[in-house]
């Protein structure tokens, strides 16, 4: 499996609503990330885990929680969001290594709207 | 800390012509190179990588990259396009031993013209 499966690939949601975005790799990868892709703009990162710890969160604002149950499963948990928010939310796993890089895998995404 | 420039937004090209996409980037210390490829309403997927060895990096779909230490440069090369290439494509960097932390350029959109 070469995959990072992400679910729901669309999403609409209101101001007021609770959701979540799921992301499942089975390669083994023990780093897994949380991107968001406005349109025509490059990812930029929210969150890294590293051996499902939270090991980077780019000040990102607290209605966006993430959380790493196990090695291969990362979820983005959804509150409060406004329509600023509305984006691609791509999530991405690799290997740990500090003398390589291997290169990130990317899922398909979650196509967000917050109505 | 490192930053990547794709000095165009946009590179319209014809069908069967070739195309150069370029990249370059800045950094205090040794870096990886990629190049990541986006169609439209996917992900990215990766198109090629520079760790070390051959400065001639060879990717999928027929494109291929070059290492130029001297002129910090790294830019993405086809012989001959199609028109399933029309998509989105970002150059990234990440520094030697400090994991795994892409910076990535600002995007060029690669149109291809039948």
């Known amino acids: 499996d070469t995959e990072v499966t992400q679910t729901p690939k669309h999403l609409v949601m209101g101001m007021t609503n609770k959701k979540s975005l799921k992301c499942e790799q089975h390669m083994g990868h023990r780093a897994m990330y949380w991107y968001k892709q406005k349109a025509k703009k490059p990812p930029e990162l929210m969150f890294v885990y590293s051996y499902e710890k939270l090991s980077i969160n780019e000040s990102v604002p607290s209605r966006f929680s993430p959380e790493c149950p196990n090695s291969s499963l990362l979820n983005l948990h959804l509150h409060a969001l406004q329509p600023e928010d509305s984006a691609l939310y791509l999530c991405a796993s690799s290997q740990v290594s500090r003398d390589s890089d291997y290169g990130y895998t990317f899922g398909s995404g979650t196509r967000l709207t917050v109505v | ?114």
């Open chain 2, 1 to 114: 800390a490192q930053s990547v420039t794709q000095l165009d937004s946009q590179v319209p090209v014809f069908e069967e012509a070739p195309v150069e996409l370029r990249c370059n980037y800045s950094s205090s210390v040794s870096v990886y190179l990629f190049w990541y490829v986006q169609y439209p309403n996917q992900g990215l997927q990766l198109l090629l990588k520079y760790l070390s060895g051959s400065t001639l990096v060879k990717g999928i779909n027929g494109f291929e990259a070059e290492f130029n230490k001297s002129q910090t440069s790294f830019h993405l090369r086809k012989p001959s396009v199609h028109i399933s290439d029309t998509a989105e494509y970002f150059c990234a960097v990440s520094r030697n031993n400090a994991g795994n932390m892409l910076t990535f350029g600002g995007g060029t959109r690669l149109m291809v013209k039948p």
